[in-house]
């Protein structure tokens, strides 16, 4: 037991005393092979562990774990690892973020129903590094994030892959034509090469980096490889400080202020991380009273550089930004624009964590005064098209279509694109504006990330690789284009989207933040007035419970009743 710990700790709840359900619950745990010093008032820490075969990115965490437990004992306390449900972002069907919630509600309650003080939190593939953000703050007992990092460069060849980003474009050469099946199968075997998530500034990437930006992790713990070693010993480092942590009583909440998520936000522009980060710190700040608005981000965006040179906005990969010295040296580069006196659970401010940073490739990460681009990746839309908001990731899209005028060709659902996108005959052009419904929260259900429309191959084949699409899904982070995003309200439940025709005109200005379908006023109320809203895909279980109760996206696709604050 530690000298200095004099308060009685949570756990003891469950061990100290002398009832019946005291000496079973001792005894039980005793079945593990503890010798009685065990429940001597040492923190217990919970290992919240989102390891699974069904997710090759976590895959790896049952290793990272026994780092932790090491450091958990060195510092006096007791280890105790347990799983939760994971979210394998290959695999998961329809969706991952049908799941984000359930999984936020799985660490949750794993938290508060068991005999634990503080929790060091497991993660790495896209959501379930939110989910277990949103877990833990609503349970608020101390907690630290080890995510596990991404995997190796992809390889192919001569050639260093990343993730969905080279994958989308090599599936563009191998639908046209462009390369063998053999070489195909190669780049299969290639692409995606040992555990760890994804090796772009995709959403895994960004949402690690953002839990180091809110202060969460130890300092420079978000970017290293999951093979490096360096990866354990950094964990070995966090079970210590959970430990001390505990001791100490310091809680999400008091890390997770608003000014965090103002750093979080920060971050997240001068990363060009994924658009999913929007939804998702939208709803982790739900989870503690702190209402995030589209146009904080676009406030920030448009005052934070995008300095990392990292896909699928930039040139080089995950591998290479940490090398390069990681988010350290970024937060250090646009300190100016943070709230250096932030506490993270380090036990030290922000400023003081980065402050003797160093970079050491500066093609990399730039210099705030050699920018690659004078504003953050995400840009938030509003317009007729998008009372509440969209968003679009304008680092990865092509400077020619930000401001641009089309006429609209609409998909009703995910279905019908798939069943047309590779017509010859397809009615399209460069300009033409591709839109999809029925994709968002209760539309697709789940949110899913369809909103990257393939482009038609019709255009492919004729050399053109971007257009404006827009719809209301989200987008994997890895991708690219001119994609407007997470368009809300959403068709489903009757948002403007619904009432697009092919033919209607659609403007985008991302330097305005506009996005207007140029139809009258009063043919847009005609047509939604016989708006239908579309029979609900589930009438029983989670499905129905997340139908029932899943705000829409600019309020982070949280449950209404699990967030702090109201809808
Ligand atoms: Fe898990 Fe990309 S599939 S992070």
Redesign the pocket.
């Known amino acids: 037991m530690p000298a200095n710990n004099s308060r009685k700790l949570r756990s003891q709840e469950w061990w100290s005393g002398s009832a019946y359900e005291n000496f079973a619950r001792r005894a039980w745990l005793r079945s593990e092979g503890f010798n009685a010093n065990v429940f001597d008032n040492k923190p217990v820490i919970g290992i919240c562990n989102s390891w699974s075969e069904l ?1 090759n ?1 976590n895959v790896h965490l049952r290793t990272v774990a026994e780092a932790v437990k090491r450091g958990v004992w060195a510092a006096g306390g007791v280890p105790l690892e347990f799983p939760t449900i994971s979210l ?3 695999f998961m069907r329809p969706t991952t973020m049908l799941y984000r919630n359930l999984m936020a509600m799985d660490v949750e309650e794993s938290i508060r129903a068991n005999p634990i003080d503080g929790v060091v939190l497991l993660c ?3 959501k379930t590094t939110p989910a277990q953000l949103m877990g833990a703050a609503s349970a608020d007992i101390p907690a630290i994030v080890v995510p596990g990092g991404p995997m190796l460069s992809g390889n192919w060849r001569d050639r260093r892959l990343g ?2 980003t080279d994958g989308r474009k090599l599936f563009d050469l191998f639908r046209t034509g462009r390369l063998t099946e053999e070489e195909w199968s190669e780049i299969e075997g290639g692409i995606s090469r040992s555990a760890g ?2 090796t772009v500034m ?3 990437s960004t949402m690690t980096s953002i839990a180091e930006a809110l202060g969460m992790t130890l300092t420079g713990c978000a970017n290293i490889p999951a093979p490096d070693s360096r990866r354990l010993a950094i964990a070995e480092l966090s079970g210590r400080r959970a430990v001390e942590l505990v001791l100490e009583d310091v809680r999400p909440s008091q890390i997770m202020t608003r000014q965090a998520f103002e750093n979080a936000m920060a971050v997240d522009m001068a990363i060009g991380g994924s658009t999913n980060a929007v939804v998702h710190l939208v709803a982790i700040a739900g989870r503690l009273g702190i209402r995030l608005e589209l146009n904080d981000f676009d406030a920030i965006s448009r005052r934070t550089p995008w300095i990392v040179n990292v896909k699928p906005s930039g040139e080089f990969l995950m591998e290479d930004f940490y090398y390069a010295g990681g988010l350290p040296v970024v937060m250090k580069e646009i300190l100016d624009l943070l709230h250096g006196d932030a506490l993270t659970v380090t036990g030290k401010t922000i400023r003081e964590n980065v402050e003797r940073a160093e970079c050491y490739r500066r093609e990399v990460i730039r210099t705030i005064a050699e920018p690659l681009h004078a504003e953050g990746g995400t840009a938030i839309l509003y317009g007729n098209l998008a009372p509440d908001g969209a968003v679009l990731k304008q680092t990865a899209a092509s400077p020619r279509l930000l401001q641009h005028r089309g006429r609209a060709y609409v998909f009703e659902n995910y279905q019908q694109m798939r069943d047309e996108i590779d017509r010859e005959d397809l009615p399209v052009d460069a300009n033409s504006v591709l839109v999809m419904k029925n994709c968002g929260p209760k539309g697709a259900p789940g949110f899913p990330e369809w909103g990257h429309i393939p482009m038609p191959r019709a255009l492919l084949n004729r050399g053109i690789d971007d257009m404006v699409r827009i719809s209301d899904a989200r987008m994997s982070g ?1 991708s690219f284009g001119t994609v407007a995003l997470h368009v809300a309200p959403e068709s489903a439940v009757g948002g403007p989207l619904s009432a697009v025709q092919t033919g209607d005109e659609i403007e985008l200005d991302v330097r305005a933040r506009r996005i207007e379908l140029r139809v009258p006023a009063d043919e847009i109320s005609r047509r939604l007035a016989q708006f239908r809203a579309p029979a609900p895909q589930y009438d029983r279980g989670y499905g129905r419970l997340f139908l029932e109760h899943v705000t829409q996206a600019n309020l982070g696709c949280d449950f209404d009743f699990l967030r702090k604050i109201g809808t």
């Open positions: 997710n990115c394998g972002e290959m790495g593939c896209d993730s969905g998530h994804c995709g959403t895994a890895t």
